[in-house]
């Protein structure tokens, strides 16, 4: 399963909705079949810390280079 694309409203954040809503994802993903996830995300966000406590792990960085 891919994730991406997950957001929160400012008067929601900080109480874990986030975190829920990707288990929620997860979880239906594996009722389908998927034996896998990958979630990409910008390093260091609070979706990043969101997907580390359900178990994602960093596995690459992917710097953007910027034209002149």
């Known amino acids: ?3 991406w694309s ?5 008067a ?5 909705v986030h975190q829920a809503l990707l288990a929620a994802r997860l979880a239906l993903a594996h009722e389908r079949g998927a034996t896998a996830a990958a979630f990409k995300t910008t390093a260091g966000s609070p979706a990043e810390h969101s997907a ?3 178990g994602f ?3 690459g960085l992917r710097r953007r280079v910027h034209g002149r």
């Open 1 to 3: 399963a891919l994730m």
């Open 6 to 10: 997950g957001a929160v409203l400012p």
């Open 12 to 16: 929601f954040r900080r109480r874990g």
């Open 52 to 54: 580390a406590k359900l």
């Open 57 to 59: 792990a960093r596995t």
